[in-house]
């Protein structure tokens, strides 16, 4: 029989209370708030119609108006109070993370810290949006690119990263000199209102520099989505989210010439050569495949063994499978919690069908006995197939590991290219030849090629994101600062003629 965990409904409120979000804001609403631990009705938010939305994102423009003129280091200054506040409330916001998301303990402090990562890095870069002086032909002339503030910045989030998306880029947006209107998944709405809360508390510290409406939270499904994506005063939507959600974001934005940053699905390999550092690629490779219960978007969803270790390490991972902890993620010790909710759970199954259709010998994968009907826990599955069937080129929200053998590097790395999305990739290896190749253009076409490391896990200052179906954005570190502004070229004549472009006669 199945167990009843400890109920979460009282802790998830008393850490909203302690947030400073408002417990008439709980109930009452359409939208219901599920802990995927439990199974439990958290509580139920009322959502945005499609006129308050707008309204709201009118609001945010004419925050955009006012927060363009503060000097991006007092700018700064905000980020900078807003990451003191998450690291006073890293603890609870992390707890609220792992009841809403079931993230556990140790990867809800993870994201939090993230936040408060993005947060300093943004205060340093409030200081440093420069841009080029350039070379003119033309004498007694100077030439230069400047970075201007954007507008209302449109973020839509995923539920495995219910906080850190909104903070690498709202933190960016900021001190760029933009708002931010955030439409969360719906799917964990109470972290997004504790977020906001958090925010306000900063802006209460900063003073009235900070104008109301500089961050909006937009509660609702995919229709709310839909108006932020659509709204004219929007000019950049960064949107993170499955692949099927990108591809109706991308072309609405295309329509208006709007930028899209669009952060979608991946289908992460990893190859293990002849040479690999065998004890460290079985940690490498168990976490990132079973880590968040398969639900990143950097989840290592495929295998790729040279046969010369293909027994003795497959063999390992063998072993380690059953014996990884499945559980509440609220307690010590549980690597892996539950899945999202029964849809994911289905869908799991649904690929292990289809991978044992195609020969694949599955081992794992049956639900876990540990919580009363309406939680999903899932033992990971790892599954030995002999080649890359149709179901292994399809990212499935779970932790499944296919498994392949392979006997040439270079065919190791065109097996691995060759599905539609351009996420996330590792090599184990010790041999630099086959390292350097891997992360060279004839190597891995993903946005993240890595050595000795698995695909999961990225710090703020390397730039994140994928190429090809992943849609090719990049957010956080790096020069991606740039998405969130806009540049100009500035031509001054300081002399006393003006030369023309070259050859041109125009006397008047
Ligand atoms: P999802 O696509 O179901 O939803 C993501 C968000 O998009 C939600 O807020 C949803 O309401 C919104 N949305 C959906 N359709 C929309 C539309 N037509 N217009 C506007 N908004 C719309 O994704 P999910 O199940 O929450 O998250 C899992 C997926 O996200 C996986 O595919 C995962 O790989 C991906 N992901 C990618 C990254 C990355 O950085 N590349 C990070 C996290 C998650």
Not at 112 to 135: K, P
Not at 383 to 392: C, G, K, N, S, T
Request: a negative charge; aromatic letters at 6%.
């Amino acid at each position: 029989m199945p167990q009843t965990l400890p109920s979460a409904i009282a802790d998830a409120r008393a850490i909203l209370g302690r947030l400073g979000v408002d417990p008439a804001a709980l109930d009452g609403g359409t939208l219901t708030a599920r802990s995927p631990v439990t199974g439990e009705i958290l509580a139920s938010l009322r959502e945005h119609t499609a006129d308050e939305a707008k309204a709201a994102i009118d609001a945010a423009h004419e925050a955009f108006l006012a927060w363009r003129k503060v000097p991006a280091p007092r700018r700064g200054e905000l980020v900078r109070l807003l990451g003191e506040e998450l690291r006073a409330a890293k603890a609870d916001l992390a707890a609220l993370v792992t009841i809403e998301a079931g993230k556990v303990t140790s990867e809800g402090l993870g994201e939090v810290q993230e936040m408060i990562d993005i947060c300093d890095y943004a205060v340093g870069l409030s200081r440093q949006l420069f841009g080029l002086t350039l070379a003119t032909e033309r004498p007694s002339h100077r030439m230069m690119e400047t970075w201007h503030p954007l507008g209302v910045v449109g973020v839509i989030s995923a539920f495995n990263f219910p906080v850190a998306v909104w903070s690498w880029n709202a933190a960016l947006a900021f001190v760029c000199g933009d708002s931010v209107v955030w439409k969360p998944s719906e799917k964990t709405p109470l972290v997004a209102l504790a977020t906001q809360a958090l925010f306000e508390r900063a802006c209460a510290k900063f003073g009235p520099d900070a104008p109301a409406a500089l961050s909006v939270l937009l509660i609702g499904g995919r229709e709310v989505g839909e108006t932020l994506v659509d709204h004219p005063k929007v000019p950049l939507v960064s949107a993170t989210g499955s692949t099927a959600m990108g591809r109706q974001v991308g072309p609405k934005l295309a329509a208006r010439f709007a930028r899209a940053l669009l952060e979608l699905g991946g289908n992460n390999a990893a190859i293990v050569a002849p040479s690999a550092d065998l004890d460290l690629t079985l940690r490498g490779v168990a976490f990132a495949a079973m880590g968040t219960a398969g639900q990143r978007c950097t989840t290592l969803r495929r295998l790729f063994v040279h046969d010369s270790v293909y027994d003795a390490f497959v063999g390992r991972l063998k072993a380690a499978y059953p014996s990884v902890p499945v559980g509440d993620p609220r307690t010590a010790g549980v690597l892996v919690g539950p899945l999202i909710d029964k849809p994911a759970y289905q869908a799991m199954q649904r690929a292990l069908d289809a991978a044992r259709a195609a020969g694949g010998k599955v081992i794992g994968g049956e639900r876990a006995d540990v919580a009363g009907h309406d939680a999903f826990y899932v033992a990971p599955a790892l599954v030995e197939i002999d080649h890359q069937a149709e179901i292994v080129k399809h990212e499935t929200f779970a932790p499944i590991l296919y498994v392949m053998r392979y006997a040439e590097l270079s065919e190791a790395i065109a097996l691995q290219n060759d599905v539609a999305q351009g996420l996330s990739s590792s090599i184990f290896t010790l041999n630099v030849r086959e390292a350097e190749l891997f992360v060279s253009g004839e190597g891995s076409d993903c946005g993240i090629a890595n050595v000795n490391i698995g695909p999961s896990g990225a710090e703020i200052g390397g730039a994140f994101g994928g190429e090809k179906e992943t849609g090719g954005g990049r957010e956080a570190g790096s020069d991606s600062w740039k998405a969130y502004m806009r540049r100009a070229t500035n031509t001054v004549n300081y002399g006393t003629t003006l030369p023309l472009a070259q050859g041109v006669v125009f006397d008047v």
